[in-house]
């Protein structure tokens, strides 16, 4: 124990290891808050600079960019309603309807202190409960990531719209774009329509901006003589009491995130959208209807979507597998640094995992500091006149999707999307579970593909798996009760049982 606590604090008893934390952090907050560049696109550059640094060093660096990209992608989100990053399209339900009422500052304090208490709640899972929550991760198969991946599509399409059938139409179309490209096992163009430019497939980066970004400008257009709403940044941190009466939520929520940031490839996005479910359904009386500003709203998808960083971590260093696509490129860091992930890590080098939790949580006290600062600049954005503030949108974004690949094609596909996504919003299309769709698509194609493979492709037999597996049979009464809940007969019935 007392070796495991030196471990621990080695990160916090050298001064060049905590100001590459609190860089990384601070580098982290800004990255991720600028739709087009990913926190895995950070980490990645970072290899190449860090593969001659020592091990804790890279590391160090990696945890606080890892940990403040995650909660940077709110800002944008709350501020310009254009997420920055996946996990952050759930934030946005709530977050911008308060930017529009003049409560941005309200909006980025609260998810500033309810993410420090999720990355608290991951990284307490990561240290206790390691090991036993790896083991449940393994008991995933194919099958049941296929499921999660068609929850989370019905998820945010029942959460985002009144309509689930247009949700659910607009999440099929984000399949159908994220299937572009060449088939993964028989390098089959699929959807190019013999277009050589098709086969790489099309960057959900670019997608998310301009149906997001683009698609918002123009929507904005038509109420563009109307003033700038002045946002209240008297009251940035929110009071104990608010902390208090969300923290029990911000708990559950939590908890949820750490247990589906432990399934490989599942990740913060997610995370977000269920426990945004979650607090959808289990809070009776919100602070405000949900997508209309509920506090609730933020507290739910900001506190699961930093405890999935946590949770990422488990497969990562007990298995060896990667959580997300963050911590695949770490563990590309570990082997290129002579490590391997994996069941001997911890028990070969101890010193490393203790480290890595030491630094997610120096980590997480440098978010709280530089998350709580820079706010009242960041709420001058939305006080911009339209005119002008609409033009530096769309400059930004064409240079967030340029800078994906360097490749303008990357911006032809933004604009076009961000006009179709215009369209979309004027008859009353949501266009979360587009993106969501492109981003699932890819890992529902792997995933059937992979049950099927493995039952020899015999149909019966995969179905069979739907009701003999435990885990598989409560995915999918939970997609059930997801569809029955947004039908007329369950809605009445709720009416006539609170009254």
């Keep these: 124990m007392t070796e495991a606590l030196g471990y621990f604090l080695s990160s916090w008893i050298d001064p060049g290891l905590i100001g590459l934390v609190a860089a990384g952090t601070l580098a982290g907050i800004y990255v991720g808050a600028i739709p087009g560049l990913s926190v895995t696109m950070a980490v990645s550059i970072l290899i190449s600079f860090t593969f001659k640094w020592d091990v804790h060093q890279a590391l160090a660096l990696m945890c606080g960019i890892y940990l403040g990209g995650v909660y940077g992608g709110s800002r944008t989100a709350i501020l310009l309603n254009i997420p920055g990053a996946p996990s952050a399209i759930a934030t946005a339900f709530d977050g911008y309807p308060m930017a529009k009422r003049g409560e941005a500052g309200a909006a980025i304090g609260l998810t500033t202190v309810v993410s420090v208490i999720g990355g608290f709640v991951g990284i307490g899972a990561l240290a206790l409960a390691a090991p036993m929550m790896s083991d449940f991760a393994l008991k995933f198969d194919s099958r049941d ?3 999660l991946a068609i929850w989370g599509i019905l998820l945010v399409g029942s959460l985002s719209g009144e309509s689930l059938a247009k949700g659910i139409f607009a999440g099929a179309l984000g399949v159908t774009i994220g299937t572009v490209g060449l088939d993964p096992l028989t390098a089959e163009p699929r959807l ?9 497939g099309i960057s959900y980066v670019a997608a998310m901006i301009g149906f997001f970004g683009v698609a918002e ?3 904005q257009v038509h ?3 109307l003033k700038a709403v002045r946002q209240d940044v008297s009251k940035i941190v929110p009071s104990w009491a608010m902390v208090k009466k969300y923290l029990p939520l911000s708990l559950r929520t939590s908890t949820i995130g750490v ?9 913060g996005d997610i995370a977000a959208l269920l426990a945004y479910d979650h607090a959808k359904r289990s809070t009776k009386n919100p602070s405000r209807p949900f997508g209309e500003g509920a506090y609730e709203g933020l507290v739910a998808p900001e506190s699961a979507n930093n405890a999935a960083v946590g949770g990422a971590h488990v497969p990562m260093l007990t298995l060896g597998i990667p959580g997300d696509a963050v911590t ?4 590309g860091a570990l082997y290129i640094h002579g490590l391997n992930p994996g069941p001997m890590l911890m028990i070969q080098t101890p010193d490393l995992f203790w480290f890595l939790v030491g630094a997610l949580c120096l980590a997480n006290i440098f978010l709280l ?8 600049i960041f709420c001058k954005i939305m006080e911009i006149p339209k005119p002008i503030l609409l033009p530096m949108i769309l400059v930004l974004s064409a240079v967030g999707a340029y800078a994906i690949n360097n490749n303008p094609v990357d911006v032809y596909w933004m604009l076009g999307f961000g006009v179709f996504g215009y369209f979309m919003k004027m008859y009353g299309f949501q266009v979360a579970p587009i993106i969501l769709g492109i981003i699932l698509g890819p890992l529902m194609d792997r995933s059937y593909r992979q049950a099927m493979l493995s039952e020899q492709g015999d149909l019966m037999n995969y179905f069979i798996g739907f009701f003999t597996s435990p885990i598989t049979a409560t995915i999918v009464v939970a997609m059930a009760l997801t569809v029955l809940s947004q039908t007329p007969w369950w809605q009445n019935w709720r009416k006539r049982a609170s009254t």
Excluded: N
């Excluded at 190019?192 to 790489?200: D, E, I, K, V």
């Excluded at 500091?369 to 009242?376: M, N, Y």
């Design 145 to 147: 990531y296929l499921l």
């Design 192 to 200: 190019t329509f013999g277009s050589m430019q098709l086969t790489a």
């Design 217 to 219: 400008v123009l929507a």
């Design 223 to 225: 109420d563009i003589k």
């Design 259 to 267: 247990i589906v940031g432990a399934l490989p490839g599942a990740g």
């Design 328 to 331: 695949a490129v770490i563990i």
């Design 369 to 376: 500091i530089f998350g709580l600062t820079g706010i009242r």
